[in-house]
């Protein structure tokens, strides 16, 4: 059974950054899709960034387009978000998820198709 726990939330300024990361343990983690979630009250959650094999592709929504990027180590079985210029609007729950299936550059895959989900951390950004 896969397990996933994320870490490196917290409380920031606009303007600061975070790297969260996401452990992950009990599948083949190399030959998965990667991604990370967000979900603030009374919103949807978001697929905000995925990553597919070795880095071959990678995914990110608009809304963080140049602010955030998504990476992977294989070798450790960890998954990583760096977020900067981080705004109000960027206040969430973070999830991380992998899917055994693949992910591609265009758009996201959808809660739907991951099969392993973290429990989520915190990120609170402050005006």
């Known amino acids: 059974q896969g397990k996933l726990v994320e870490s490196g939330g917290g409380s920031v300024q606009t303007g600061g950054s975070l790297r969260l990361s996401c452990a992950a343990s009990g599948f083949k983690f190399s030959t998965y899709c990667l991604g990370w979630f967000r979900q603030s009250p009374g919103k949807e959650r978001e697929e905000v960034a995925h990553?597919?094999?070795?880095?071959?592709?990678?995914y990110y929504a608009d809304s963080v387009e140049g602010r955030f990027t998504i990476s992977r180590d294989d070798t450790n079985n960890a998954l990583y978000l760096q977020m900067n210029d981080l705004q109000p609007d960027d206040t969430a729950m973070y999830y991380c998820?992998?899917?055994?299936?693949?992910?591609?550059?265009?758009?996201?895959?959808?809660?739907?198709?991951?099969?392993?989900w973290g429990q989520g951390t915190q990120v609170i950004v402050s005006s």
């Open positions: 998820a992998a899917a055994s299936e693949y992910c591609g550059r265009d758009s996201p895959l959808g809660n739907s198709a991951y099969r392993y």
């Open positions: 990553i597919f094999r070795s880095e071959v592709a990678t």
